[in-house]
């Protein structure tokens, strides 16, 4: 637990003029597994969009190992599984086309090597998608299409792992399957943030949780138990959340 | 074949082949991100570059390139810097470019409406030698461009913000493709036309569609369809006497019509076999767990 992959300090960020991150520090170190928790509007996916440098931070330091995130340029070391949308492309694309995507940082002028298609190959094999290769993106399921996804970012071979909602919207079946990923990428060595909505089968693997609230850490450190209903097995996390100030965090620390 | 013996024929067949194949190679980005229309809307820009030639007595083919380039870099800094309504500048970007096509036409010297009709709605029999070579060159950077790049073109069109995580410089290409498909209306230009040019970047890929399931086929059945209806359209349009930019987007219109006919019971059989190879599902009734713990039984 020496070097950190991921360090935020006094991280500040507004969407228009709301602020979203009110001064966050979080430090990932290698080989850890932290899961980003908090309701709706609690800034967990800002602070994840503003490490990747989709989100413009107005105060603060973002450290990507260990190199100011403004003059990082070694991408390929990142893997990132943005949340889930319904948008595709104008234009039909094979789960194979998605998956080699993800392989770009890793060739010269994208320039496909053998190495690069058995990479891109694993990583199918990974998710249990190989045999959906050929198909159609549009075809897939909400779970399949999370799976495919997830094969994207590994498709580089990635030390870090940056997932935001991988759960949301997938079946059973297509979680198992997430889960026994992210063991196996955790096994070989993998750093990985998560933002998640509920902890939920992810739960053994999580060495540390921090739980965002307005914009500020809540708690950091080791992973909530659930409580009442949230305990139930299979229990699916769905709320409406129409006001997210008037949604408590369900984290079972505050009683 | 006797068309093939006139000098004017064979350049407008070599234009038309160029044009079959770039217009739809760059229409499959834009249609990929939705930005289908946006190859109508260099066309409109294009027109004040038309007009520049004449008025200047430059080359409006190269006139047209450079205004409609800059036209396409000025639409690609609208998006990203989208404060105002994005639609209403992009509107004003339009309309302004046909009315300055118009004004500048008229204020030439040797320019008339009837110069402008010939590149609103191209004009085949007409182009010049200079004007081959002019689309030959900017054809090959076209495809440079669109089969070259065509992995990193597929990343920044399917999902930007992962694009720009993976490193790839996605503004950079962005810009590439908004100059590559404003090349391409300008190569198309005296072909089809300047008004009808989107037509050959949007149709072909929307028909290919109906058939493919990959990215690399749609590219492939789309220029296929590209070069087809160029190449009938302007050997229509020798024998009958009808123009042949209209000719090609009228049938470009019919070959998706016809692929969407066809397309339906191909649909239906993928279904079947992939229905058949797959393992029989759960049984269809529902079965419940036996001992499934109820919300009493777990403490809190």
Redesign the interface.
Known sequence: MSEPVISLRGVRAELGSRPVLRGIDLTVSRGEVVALLGANGSGKSTAVRSIIGQVPVSTGEIELFGTPRRRFRDWARVGYVPQRTTAAGGVPATVDEVVSSGRLSRTRFGVFRKSDREAVRRALDLVGMADRAGDSVGALSGGQHQRVLIARALAADPELLIMDEPMAGVDLASQEVLASTLREQVAQGATVLLVLHELGPLEPLIDRAVVLRDGCVLHDGPPPKAVGQHALPGHDHVHPHAAHDAEPIRTGLLS | MEFLNYDFMQRALLAAVLVGITAPAVG?YL????Q?LMGDGIGHVAMTGVGLGFLLSWSPVWMATLVSVLGAVLMELIRWYGKTRGDIALAMLFYGGMAGGVMFINLAPTGSNANLTSYLFGSLSTVSESDVTAICVLAAFVMLVTLG????L??V???E????????PVRALNLLTAITAAVTVTVAMRVVGLLLVSALMVVP?AAA?QL?????A?FAIAVAIGVAVTLGGTVTSYYQDVPPGATIVLLTIGAFVVLTGLAAPLARRRARAAAAARPPADPAECTIPASR?T?DQ?G?
Not at chain 2, 212 to 216: K, L, M
């Open positions: 499959i249609v990929q991100r939705r289908a790049l065509r992995r990193q597929f990343a069109s399917q999902d913000e992962f694009a720009r995580v993976t490193g790839l890929v569609q493919s399931r990959s990215f690399a749609t713990p919300g777990i809190v």
